[in-house]
């Protein structure tokens, strides 16, 4: 799921740009949870503790204990694709803003307009990584990575992550070209496989690194195999 961390010392400031988050998501019709944090260790534990990751960081700069510059730089040697917005009371630290690969640097007040274009645009880039899919009258966005198998019951499409099972109305002939061609494979009417979580496979069933057995279809068979050699051989 699309995933924002506000990090600022300022509660009134961290709330403040929360609001605005909140009425730009609700615009854009995207479901995205939001997070504050009030220091740089506690994001950065989040990290590395909690392997916890999120899709944008708005984050102060000028903060006591690790000030937000040397906070992205921690982030970034382990992350390097979420993106990163400044938002500072001042421009001294912008040129600096380029050694991470900051998308941006906003002054405080925010602009909403602005932020708005900035968080439009990173999730355009995030839809390139993951599955975009409607769940009531929200768009939810699940990274390919994060999808084991996909399952179909019932005019429903059932996602298999990594960490939790999601449940979406739809069926699999509608969702199977939004997926990577050299990554999914349907190897049966009713799943989907994601090829990076084969642990092995014969001619009835493939077997998931997680010990978990989808069958393999007879009529999907020859294109499920060809997918596998060119997936393990290419």
């Not at 506000?6 to 988050?21: G, K, M, P, Y």
């Not at 950065?44 to 503790?49: A, E, F, M, Q, V």
């Not at 992350?79 to 900051?102: G, L």
Request: charged share 30%; hydrophobic share 40%.
């Amino acid at each position: 799921m699309y995933k924002i961390a506000i990090c600022d010392d300022n509660s009134v400031f961290a709330q403040d740009l929360e609001t605005i988050c909140k009425k730009i998501l609700n615009k854009l019709h995207i479901e995205c949870p939001i997070q504050i944090f009030s220091n740089g260790k506690d994001l950065l534990d989040t990290y590395t503790k909690q392997n916890e990751k999120y899709h944008i960081l708005l984050l102060d700069i000028l903060m006591d204990g690790i000030n937000g510059m040397d906070l992205a730089h921690k982030i970034r040697a382990f992350d390097k694709d979420v993106v990163i917005i400044f938002v500072s009371v001042t421009k001294e630290y912008m040129p600096q803003a380029f050694d991470v690969n900051a998308s941006n640097y906003l002054e405080k007040p925010v602009d909403e307009a602005k932020l708005t274009h900035l968080i439009k645009k990173a999730y355009e880039k995030i839809k390139n990584k993951s599955l975009l899919i409607k769940s009531g009258t929200k768009n939810v966005s699940i990274p390919f990575d994060d999808m084991m198998y996909l399952e179909t019951q019932g005019g429903k499409v059932i996602l298999h992550l990594v960490d939790r099972t999601d449940c979406h109305h739809g069926y699999l002939k509608y969702v199977l070209p939004k997926l990577p061609k050299d990554r999914f494979v349907q190897c049966h009417q009713s799943y989907v496989i994601n090829m990076d979580y084969i642990f092995n496979w014969n001619k009835k069933d493939v077997t998931l690194k997680n010990k978990t057995l989808i069958p393999i279809g007879r009529d999907y068979k020859a294109e499920a195999e060809d997918a596998f050699f060119r997936k393990f051989e290419g």
